[in-house]
């Protein structure tokens, strides 16, 4: 599955069950995030090893800091999940914000290079 919307382009493997998103995320509110949180959520119900790959998402707002916060509160309740969440340092607001996701989701395995 493949989202391109000239800013941003999120492309979900089945396959390896790994979502990757990349260019600059400036939607407005939850509710222009939802076909985001859709892909998520639709690979979070279909695996129990998932990962997701911002390491080249140069920008998110925060409603895009909310709508990963959802998505992160909702993957914790899944008990047999492990997920992996990769992002770069060479990104600014990833080093902080990523990190708070894991205080949201302690299991959640953060890798950023």
Do not use: H
Not at 8 to 36: F, H, T
Not at 57 to 83: C, Q, T, Y
Request: charged residues 25%; contains cysteine.
């Amino acid at each position: 599955m493949k989202i391109d919307s000239g800013d941003y382009v999120l492309d979900y493997d089945e396959r390896s069950d790994k979502v990757q998103i990349i260019g600059s995320l400036r939607l407005n509110g939850l509710e222009e995030y939802a076909p985001v949180l859709d892909v998520l959520r639709e690979c979070l119900t279909s695996t129990t090893a998932m990962t997701v790959d911002l390491s080249t998402l140069e920008f998110l707002n925060s409603s895009g800091i909310a709508m990963l916060s959802k998505f992160i509160i909702e993957a914790r309740s899944k008990d047999d999940l492990s997920l992996t969440l990769l992002g770069s340092s060479k990104v600014p607001w990833q080093g902080k914000s990523l990190k708070n996701l894991q205080r949201l989701y302690p299991a959640l395995k953060l890798i950023i290079d």
